[in-house]
């Protein structure tokens, strides 16, 4: 049923206002956020009491004074419910509980071997029956789930296609609902991964920025002006399907010379095992890797910079088409930026349009490998506010 613009619909969106004020600058108080809103005094203050009652905010004490009264500070009450974000990767899925504020409470990780849709599903389930046993008491408990997936996902929370998990047609956020009647956000590992960056990470004060992730795959969120940019259809930032070689390999998605053939954690895998390493072929993975070129091993680093080298040419198309101002790259091969900067920095300086490249700034993500499970945290707290926008009343 169609809302109309009734005195209660005024009244719930100045509370949701309010409320935005609160979370996003507390300690605030009222007379500021009548300040910066334009609403009255008594409204804010009417507002305001009915946020404390419903646990979302609560006074801490007065403030500095500036001239008259001294007043009173009000604090956006995080601990008054709980989200769980998960990042599922090839080999393992991470994750998190966090706060309201995106405060990690509890983390969790295992390993599965992508044997089976239904098992990987019921690794899901695990992690989140682990947390949510983990979860303090709190008034609004568990309020959402974010999954972070790399694949391609609908608006109705379907993963339709993720290549390098062999999925296709998966309704998951249908089968976790279901399973724990929480509400659940699904989205692209990299989408989550850029609102992590945007949220917790290096692109705070960032409007514009591409955050790119290497993995088994590569794959990009892109933030456009503040908001995520999902493409005329919700399939944007598969950039890892770019193709830099129009003869090359054959790619898992059916087309040839990919980027993430060259660029990505499995063709570093692959080009490592044609080496005679320590261990042998069953002893190599990332971890390994990065220890044996912090050893000096020679042939080990130079993979790490020709990697640099492929991620450099991909990374020129991102700054050629896109024109941001920060491009992030995370996943754990951020691990190895020592070795895999300079020689991407040098492709940028050689084959970057000078003018896009001048305002530019390339980092690689102070996150870890906890982007995108801090952003689909985040994506799941957004949607417990966005539901419950301007209602919301403690039951």
């Known amino acids: 049923m169609k809302q109309t613009g009734d005195l ?14 609160i979370r996003t600058n507390s300690p605030i108080s009222r007379a500021r956020i009548a300040e910066v809103t334009g609403l009255t005094k008594a409204t804010v203050s009417s507002l305001v009491n009915e946020l404390i009652e419903s646990s979302l905010v609560e006074e801490i004490g007065v403030g500095q004074s500036s001239g008259g009264r001294k007043p009173m500070m009000l604090l956006f009450n995080g601990t008054a419910g709980y989200a769980i974000g998960l990042d599922l990767g090839v080999q393992d899925c991470l994750a998190v509980l966090t706060d309201l504020t995106g405060k990690v409470i509890e983390e969790y990780i295992i390993e599965h071997n992508n044997d089976s849709v239904d098992n990987v599903v019921n ?5 989140i029956s682990e947390l949510i046993g983990r979860a303090p008491e709190s008034v609004y408990g568990i309020v959402g789930i974010g999954i972070g997936l790399p694949g391609i996902c609908d608006d109705e929370g379907n993963l339709l296609f993720a290549p390098n998990l062999g999925w296709e047609n998966v309704p998951l956020q249908h089968i976790i609902e279901k399973e724990f009647g929480i509400p659940v956000v699904i989205d692209n590992e990299a989408n989550a991964g850029a609102v992590g960056e945007r949220e917790f990470g290096a692109g705070k004060d960032t409007a514009n920025l591409i955050y790119i992730s290497i993995g088994i795959g590569i794959g990009a969120g892109i933030i ?6 999902r493409g005329a259809t919700g399939f944007s930032g598969e950039i890892g399907h770019i193709s830099i070689q129009h003869d090359g390999p054959k790619c898992r998605c059916g087309s040839l010379g990919c980027w993430e053939l060259y660029a990505s954690e499995h063709a570093l895998l692959q080009q490592a095992r044609e080496l005679s390493l320590p261990g042998g072929e069953d002893a190599i993975d990332v971890d390994e890797l ?4 912090d050893e000096g091993n020679p042939a080990v680093i130079q993979l790490f910079e020709r990697l640099g080298y492929y ?18 790259l995370g996943g754990r091969l951020t691990g190895a930026e020592k070795w895999l900067k300079k020689p991407m920095m040098a492709v940028l300086e050689r084959r970057s349009l000078p003018h896009p490249r001048k305002q530019l700034s390339v980092e690689f ?3 870890d490998v906890r982007s995108a499970v801090l952003g689909a945290s985040s994506l799941a707290v957004a949607k417990f506010f966005a539901d419950a926008e301007v209602t919301v009343e403690r039951s």
Not at 224 to 229: A, P
Not at 290 to 293: E, H
Request: hydrophobic share 45%.
């Open 290 to 293: 990065l220890k044996l070129a």
């Open 224 to 229: 456009i002006k503040g908001e995520l940019y």
């Open 365 to 367: 993500s102070q996150l």
């Open 311 to 328: 991620l450099g040419i991909g990374v020129v198309n991102v700054i050629n088409g896109y024109n941001p101002e920060f491009i992030i």
């Open 123 to 127: 690794v899901l389930k695990s992690c």
């Open 8 to 21: 209660n619909l005024v009244k719930k969106i100045n509370k949701s206002i309010v409320l935005h004020h």
